[in-house]
T-cell receptor, first 111, second 119 residues
Framework: SQTIHQWPATLVQPVGSPLSLECTVE??????LYWYRQAAGRGLQLLFY??????ISSEVPQNLSASRPQDRQFILSSKKLLLSDSGFYLC??????????FGSGTQLSVL | AQTVTQSQPEMSVQEAETVTLSCTYD???????LFWYKQPPSRQMILVIR??????QNATENRFSVNFQKAAKSFSLKISDSQLGDAAMYFC????????????????FGKGTKLTVNP
């Protein structure tokens, strides 16, 4: 069966420091991969998606970037974190046309 | 752009009773998918139920069912025989069926409804 791994679970970083969040999927090949962010008290917002290695689409302009170096690996990065980057980050992959499965998320606090 | 509105920030229900969560959406598209996701305290998003817009029959998954009113752009979730484990945030979401400009890649979420189940 397919599983999605996301780490770390929590992260506290100072303003201006770099960021790297990693997500890997097992049990499937060539998945569509997604990074979502959930701000406090709000729904999820799509940040990036990827339909293949090296293919990244950005939904909103921001301080973050994404990369997909391998088929089942999706990385969210920042060179210099801002306070506004704080939030709950979720990686997801899509099965077929409909189902989106999420990882367990990373709570990022930028101080 | 599509929007999803959940007008009930919080709801509560007695254990074993039935509760309905409301969701409305705005779109000019004719083909799309609608979803309800559950986010328990662990914060992992769990798919509860999905509906395809071109299917008139309302989706059901065990104790969960939807009332899909396409003309009214309404998509409510009914939870029957509520259990303590149903307590969570519930999010309604929309996804286009059209791939133009990546529309089919994006889930648009409402702000959620916090459901409390009282014993």
């Amino acid at each position: 069966s397919q599983t999605i791994h996301q780490w770390p679970a929590t992260l506290v970083q100072p303003v201006g420091s770099p960021l790297s969040l990693e997500c890997t999927v097992e049990g499937t090949s060539n998945p569509n991969l997604y990074w979502y962010r959930q701000a406090a008290g709000r729904g999820l917002q799509l940040l990036f998606y990827s339909v293949g290695i090296g293919q990244i689409s950005s939904e909103v302009p921001q301080n973050l970037s994404a990369s997909r170096p391998q088929d089942r690996q999706f990385i969210l990065s920042s060179k210099k974190l801002l306070l506004s980057d704080s939030g709950f980050y979720l990686c997801a992959w899509r099965e077929g046309r409909e189902k989106l499965f999420f990882g367990s998320g990373t709570q990022l606090s930028v101080l | 752009a599509q929007t999803v509105t959940q007008s009930q920030p919080e709801m509560s229900v007695q254990e074993a009773e039935t509760v309905t969560l409301s969701c409305t959406y705005d779109t000019s598209e004719s083909d799309y998918y609608l979803f309800w996701y559950k986010q328990p305290p662990s914060r992992q998003m769990i798919l509860v139920i999905r509906q395809e817009a071109y299917k008139q029959q309302n989706a059901t998954e065990n104790r969960f069912s939807v009332n899909f009113q396409k003309a009214a752009k309404s998509f409510s979730l009914k939870i029957s025989d509520s259990q303590l484990g149903d307590a969570a945030m519930y999010f309604c979401a929309y996804r286009s069926a059209y791939s133009w400009q990546g529309g089919s890649e994006k889930l648009v979420f409402g702000k959620g409804t916090k459901l409390t189940v009282n014993p």
